[in-house]
């Protein structure tokens, strides 16, 4: 009886707390409900619009009757997290920006797992067009800043969060508004690539975590969506300039505080130390390409787009596809604010028929440079299938373990002794290009065990930075470390 009078209590409070809070308050006092809708003619007007509306909980703390509410509705999360855990995210304060349809998606799920305090920011409204993708906007909602329409709908679920509707584009000059209040998270749902990366460049200034959720567009299959470092991506032509944007920025910093550019350098430029950056993509092969101009847009393009010199072609996206990045980043930023991570997979799996070609061409090697071959006194066994799948994935990450060249080039790649004095073991293996194997095989071949730069432990005695084939002293001394944690 008790259970049931604090139940009926509760149910009346949060009745209560949407019909007041259901509306998102604008700048002008309005709330979201009434706020009338804005055509697509008037969205520049509100890019750099500073001011946020909050939706939701007030600051009090919920009475023993609301609390029991709040308890039963996240019980589930709970029984999955722990209590500490689900506590934890609902003290956490996570930044969304881009509340499009991997945005909207990622939000969603934070706000109905509990997260305290959610600040959604986007510049752009909801359109008819964009209804195949968003997690919940409807026909009501078209014409509404999408972040308004987010905390409205979210508030009639989640009442006891808070959510902020920030109507802005972001940009760095945005970023003290953006970012204040010390966020525990940040998921990027951007599509422009510039914007894409002062929102990386910012985060990591102020040490906070953020999830990049890459091209969702032009592809279907689910399950070949990964979560791993942007240095791993591939077939994802959003990541190709990410990287490309961020390599350049990085390097005039350095340029310009007195180090040496390395625009030149043609080896390790993709390192895994190069990038910190988790992303969500797709490695399916692009299916569709941008769709065409008719010919008001080729002749006014100005008339058209959500802001000055926005692309205009539009790419085909199938709305499941931004549902599952949107979902992928929450699980990414949830089970880490719980703190009970998961070790996604990053990259394509590797195919068997692969490896065990890759094997084959192993003993093939241990046959012809060592004499090592079953049935042959002193026979020491090899890496197996298995063994090697593990290596070239989990270990070099489908990469030159000099270079970095991937595994997607043109380029011939094998496996070899690190060390020539020790056995073709998983930690002794490195996957390199069939050049680079043949100039470590020579090199180790003189002097019975490892490379020269690193038994002097000097540098002369290693490639210089326009060598593609020799590797750095510091490179061979990355790869030896490495090995050493296998072994």
Same mark, same amino acid.
């Given at each position: 009886?008790?259970? &049931?009078?604090?139940? %009926?209590?509760?149910? /009346?409070?949060?009745?209560?707390?949407?019909?007041? %809070?259901?509306?998102?308050?604008?700048?002008?006092?309005?709330?979201?409900?009434?706020?009338?809708?804005?055509?697509?003619?008037?969205?520049?007007?509100?890019?750099?619009?500073?001011? &946020?509306?909050?939706? &939701?909980?007030?600051?009090?703390?919920?009475?023993?009757?609301?609390?029991?509410?709040?308890?039963?509705?996240?019980?589930?999360?709970?029984?999955?997290?722990?209590?500490?855990?689900?506590?934890?995210?609902?003290?956490?304060?996570?930044?969304?920006?881009?509340?499009?349809?991997?945005?909207?998606?990622?939000?969603?799920?934070?706000?109905?797992?509990?997260?305290?305090?959610?600040?959604?920011?986007?510049?752009?409204?909801?359109?008819?067009?964009?209804?195949?993708?968003?997690?919940?906007?409807?026909?009501?909602?078209?014409?509404?800043?999408?972040?308004?329409?987010?905390?409205?709908?979210?508030?009639?679920?989640?009442?006891?969060?808070?959510?902020?509707?920030?109507?802005?584009?972001?940009?760095?000059?945005?970023?003290?508004?953006?970012?204040?209040?010390?966020?525990?998270?940040?998921?990027?749902?951007?599509?422009?690539?510039?914007?894409?990366?002062?929102?990386?460049?910012?985060?990591?200034?102020? &040490?906070?975590?953020?999830?990049?959720?890459?091209?969702?567009?032009?592809?279907?299959?689910?399950?070949?969506?990964?979560?791993?470092?942007?240095?791993?991506?591939?077939?994802?032509?959003?990541?190709?300039?990410?990287?490309?944007?961020?390599?350049?920025?990085?390097?005039?910093?350095?340029?310009?505080?007195?180090? *040496?550019?390395?625009?030149?350098?043609? *080896?390790?430029?993709?390192?895994?130390?190069?990038?910190?950056?988790?992303?969500?993509?797709?490695?399916?092969?692009?299916?569709?390409?941008?769709?065409?101009?008719?010919?008001?847009?080729?002749?006014?393009?100005?008339?058209?787009?959500?802001?000055?010199?926005?692309?205009?072609?539009?790419?085909?996206?199938?709305?499941?596809?931004?549902?599952?990045?949107?979902?992928?980043?929450?699980?990414?930023?949830?089970?880490?604010?719980?703190?009970?991570?998961?070790?996604?997979?990053?990259?394509?799996?590797?195919?068997?028929?692969?490896?065990?070609?890759?094997?084959?061409?192993?003993?093939?090697?241990?046959?012809?440079?060592?004499?090592?071959?079953?049935?042959?006194?002193?026979?020491?066994?090899?890496?197996?299938?298995?063994?090697?799948?593990?290596?070239?994935?989990?270990?070099?990450?489908?990469?030159?373990?000099?270079? /970095?060249?991937?595994?997607?080039?043109?380029?011939?790649?094998?496996? #070899?002794?690190?060390?020539?004095? *020790?056995?073709?073991?998983?930690?002794?293996?490195?996957?390199?290009?069939?050049?680079?194997?043949?100039?470590?095989?020579?090199?180790?071949?003189?002097? /019975? #065990?490892?490379?020269?730069?690193?038994?002097?432990?000097?540098?002369?005695?290693? /490639?210089?930075?326009?060598?593609?084939?020799?590797?750095?002293?510091?490179?061979? *001394?990355?790869?030896?470390?490495?090995?050493?944690?296998?072994?």
């Amino acid at each position: 009886v008790g259970i &049931g009078v604090a139940t %009926g209590v509760a149910l /009346g409070w949060f009745a209560a707390r949407v019909t007041l %809070g259901s509306g998102t308050s604008t700048p002008s006092g309005h709330s979201a409900a009434s706020h009338p809708a804005r055509s697509g003619s008037d969205k520049g007007s509100d890019v750099s619009r500073p001011s &946020g509306s909050t939706t &939701g909980a007030s600051s009090g703390t919920p009475t023993p009757a609301e609390e029991t509410l709040i308890t039963e509705q996240l019980s589930r999360n709970e029984l999955f997290f722990g209590e500490p855990g689900q506590q934890a995210i609902r003290r956490a304060f996570v930044v969304v920006v881009g509340v499009g349809g991997v945005g909207s998606h990622a939000a969603h799920m934070l706000a109905r797992a509990g997260v305290g305090r959610l600040r959604l920011v986007d510049f752009d409204n909801v359109t008819l067009s964009s209804l195949n993708r968003h997690a919940v906007a409807t026909r009501a909602d078209v014409g509404r800043p999408k972040v308004e329409a987010c905390a409205a709908h979210f508030a009639d679920f989640a009442p006891f969060s808070t959510f902020e509707a920030v109507d802005r584009l972001y940009e760095a000059a945005a970023a003290e508004d953006v970012l204040a209040g010390r966020p525990d998270f940040v998921v990027d749902a951007i599509d422009d690539i510039k914007t894409k990366a002062d929102l990386i460049e910012d985060c990591a200034a102020r &040490g906070i975590p953020v999830i990049s959720a890459l091209a969702a567009g032009s592809k279907a299959d689910p399950t070949r969506v990964a979560i791993g470092d942007l240095i791993n991506t591939v077939n994802d032509p959003l990541s190709l300039k990410l990287r490309w944007e961020l390599r350049t920025r990085w390097e005039r910093e350095r340029a310009a505080a007195g180090g *040496k550019p390395e625009w030149g350098k043609k *080896k390790s430029v993709e390192t895994p130390d190069d990038f910190n950056v988790q992303v969500v993509y797709s490695y399916e092969k692009i299916r569709t390409g941008l769709s065409n101009l008719d010919g008001d847009q080729i002749d006014n393009p100005d008339q058209f787009g959500a802001m000055p010199n926005m692309r205009l072609r539009v790419l085909p996206v199938l709305g499941t596809q931004p549902a599952v990045f949107g979902m992928a980043c929450a699980a990414h930023v949830l089970t880490r604010l719980a703190d009970a991570p998961f070790a996604p997979r990053g990259m394509e799996p590797l195919s068997r028929t692969f490896a065990a070609k890759l094997c084959e061409k192993l003993r093939l090697r241990e046959r012809r440079s060592h004499g090592n071959e079953p049935l042959k006194e002193g026979y020491v066994p090899v890496a197996d299938v298995l063994e090697i799948a593990f290596l070239v994935e989990e270990v070099w990450g489908c990469k030159s373990a000099f270079s /970095g060249i991937r595994m997607e080039s043109r380029k011939v790649f094998e496996l #070899t002794r690190f060390d020539r004095s *020790k056995p073709a073991l998983p930690h002794n293996l490195i996957f390199v290009t069939r050049e680079e194997a043949a100039a470590h095989d020579a090199e180790t071949a003189v002097t /019975g #065990t490892l490379p020269r730069a690193l038994l002097l432990g000097d540098d002369r005695a290693a /490639g210089s930075e326009g060598d593609t084939v020799t590797p750095t002293l510091g490179t061979l *001394k990355r790869v030896q470390q490495r090995l050493s944690t296998l072994d």
